[in-house]
């Protein structure tokens, strides 16, 4: 891999940590930049795993550290969250190329309208329901965020912060450390699908797992106004651009 990709994944990487930090859908970013790149999409799909699974393992420390974790109800949905990512991630390397790329800008577009309406500051938590019956949807429901998770994985963290809230009425704080340990989770038996296939590259991906730590720190130490309004207008442009080339609207014109 030449040296100029290297150097522009992981600035990508820390331009998607940075991201996460302030508004989310990093891998808005670094899924498309690793297919123009040269990668299949298989590849760009398992290679963008291993930064997020470094990303998630720091924040489980984190949560953990406050005092904000709930083991019991973590597996609880991590555990259907894994069936469903494994159907997700076999589904996501069968996809003839064109086919994905297609997908993931649709995907990309509709998770960009989730990141600019912000649905984690709109929802607010009503009185804590943890019934039995809440506990079997939200169970259900995680089945199927863990086929979206394994196929895709941009916005997922949208899609649990939302059905978590609504189905369960806890905080942000206890649905957002339940979320980094269920992606954490479900992760793993993904990721291990893309490698034993053979599609994942290391070096990219371990490049992109150190620019995501960067982002973050950066992030977490720069999270001012002004800023997060500039990276959701930098976002906006890159998603919208990066879409239109995966489907081809470049083409069109040429």
């Keep these: 891999m030449p040296v100029p990709y ?3 994944i992981l600035i990508t990487g820390i331009a998607a940590g940075f991201i996460n930090t302030l508004a989310g859908g990093g891998s808005l ?3 498309p930049m690793l297919i ?5 999409s298989a590849m760009a799909n398992g290679t963008n795993r291993i930064a997020l699974m470094v990303q998630n393992i720091v924040a ?3 949560f953990r550290r406050k005092g904000f974790f709930d083991w019991r109800l973590s597996l609880m949905l991590g555990i259907p969250a894994v069936l469903g990512s494994v159907l997700g991630a076999n589904l996501a390397i069968s996809l003839p190329d064109n086919v994905f790329n297609k997908i993931l800008a649709v995907v990309m577009l509709l998770v960009l309208v989730l990141i600019l309406w912000q649905p984690q500051k709109r929802l607010e938590a009503s009185e804590e329901n ?3 019956k809440s506990k079997i949807i939200a169970v259900i429901t995680f089945f199927f965020v863990g086929i979206y998770g394994g196929f895709i994985q941009a916005g997922v963290g949208f899609i649990i912060i939302a059905s978590l809230t609504l189905i369960t009425g806890m905080s942000l704080v206890r649905v957002n450390s339940i979320k980094v340990f269920v992606v ?14 053979g599609q994942v590259n290391w070096v990219l991906g371990l490049t992109l797992a150190v620019g995501h730590g960067l982002g973050g720190w950066l992030g977490s130490n720069f999270a001012v106004a002004k800023g997060d309004k500039w990276i959701r207008v930098f976002l ?3 998603v919208v651009m990066m879409a239109a080339k995966l489907l081809g609207v470049f083409e069109l014109f040429a």
């Design 6 to 8: 290297i150097i522009l």
């Design 29 to 31: 970013l670094t899924m």
């Design 36 to 40: 123009f790149l040269g990668l299949p």
């Design 60 to 62: 489980i420390t984190n």
């Design 130 to 132: 943890l019934s039995k």
């Design 184 to 197: 954490a989770i479900y992760m793993v038996s993904s990721l291990a699908i893309f490698i034993i296939s």
């Design 236 to 238: 906006v442009i890159a």
